[in-house]
């Protein structure tokens, strides 16, 4: 792909805004070089320990605005792993909610004008996917041993089928990483894309409040994209996870 | 020439991202017919309705991926 912005094109290539580069200086990026992707990472962190040791270092009665905050998200995902699966999972708690604050807030970060996505890069969400696939594996054969196989071995089919079903399910069990991780991705790349494809629109006077509109339409949706992805990678998560736990169908 | 059929490839694969859409649509649409015969019903199934938007949705990211490999690995 050539860069075609001399000729005519838009002013900005609407995938510039994913490279990772070098903060300090424009060296190549090595091994800890600390790049921007690292300090948006690292400022997501910091957002959410800030959010959590603040909200919760009062414990007032009457919360504070922070402090209602901090109790919503805890509560609202505490909900959600009870619900999905189930009371004897809410020790693992602790990851899930984890995954969900760390995921929203760098979404939520990324929204800032200028600011830098990191889960836009497959390389970030594929830890976060294959990290959840390992552990569920891992787990599931913990506390089933080789029951957990009975996962594939669907037992309410005909018997003449369950060999078919049992290379579905494998395959199926093996994509789910994949697909977990490139549908945050995804979903953030192709919004921040859509952004800055309209933001170059801008640049031509007769469609320029147009433009802006869209910009403000999309930057809306993105707001509500970057909440509910982290919802779907987290419930998706309990979801694998009661799999696991219960492997039976 | 190998890099314009490359950005037909690129437009053809993005046709995927409206059948995705095609997919989320019917979700949401057959949540809320639902929801509307029984409202009370309808709160305890939102989870699974992000559940089914997500799985419908992650084949149209797939088409979408695969375009801007095309676009811009190929």
């Known amino acids: 792909m050539a860069t075609e912005a001399e000729g005519g094109g838009l002013v900005f290539h609407p995938m510039d805004q994913f490279i990772v580069k070098p903060v300090f200086g424009d060296g190549a990026v090595g091994m800890f070089t600390f790049t921007n992707m690292a300090l948006w990472l690292l400022l997501a962190v910091v957002c959410v320990i800030a959010l959590m040791v603040l909200g919760t270092s009062k414990r007032a009665t009457v919360p504070s605005r922070i402090q209602s905050v901090a109790e919503l998200a805890y509560g609202f995902i505490y909900k959600m792993v009870e619900d999905v699966t189930g009371k004897d999972a809410v020790k693992y708690f602790p990851y899930i909610f984890t995954l969900f604050m760390f995921i929203v807030f760098s979404n939520f970060l990324a929204l800032i004008p200028t600011s830098f996505s990191p889960t836009s890069h497959i390389a970030v969400t594929a830890v976060l996917g294959f990290g959840v696939f390992i552990a569920v594996t891992v787990l599931g054969f913990v506390k089933n041993g080789a029951g957990f196989l009975g996962l594939f071995w669907v037992a309410s089919a005909p018997l003449a089928l369950r060999p078919i079903l049992a290379i579905i399910e494998l395959i199926s069990y093996f994509v789910r990483p994949v697909s977990h991780s490139i549908r945050l991705a995804g979903n953030i790349m192709a919004g921040h894309a859509v952004l800055k494809v309209f933001a170059g629109f801008a640049a031509i006077t007769a469609v320029a409040p147009l433009s802006i509109l869209g910009i403000t339409a999309i930057f809306a949706l993105e707001v509500l994209v970057g909440f509910i992805q982290a919802y779907v990678f987290t419930i998706l998560t309990c979801v694998y996870l009661k799999d696991a736990l219960h492997p039976s169908h | ?74």
């Open chain 2, 1 to 74: 020439m190998e890099g314009d059929l490359a950005h037909i490839g690129a437009g053809l694969a993005a046709i995927g991202s409206g059948a995705a859409a095609i997919g989320v649509g019917n979700v949401a649409g057959n949540y809320l017919s639902g929801a509307l015969r029984n409202p009370s019903a309808a709160a305890s199934q939102t989870a699974t309705l992000f559940i089914g938007i997500a799985f419908a949705e992650a084949l149209g990211i797939f088409a979408f991926l695969v375009s801007l490999l095309l676009m811009f690995a190929v």
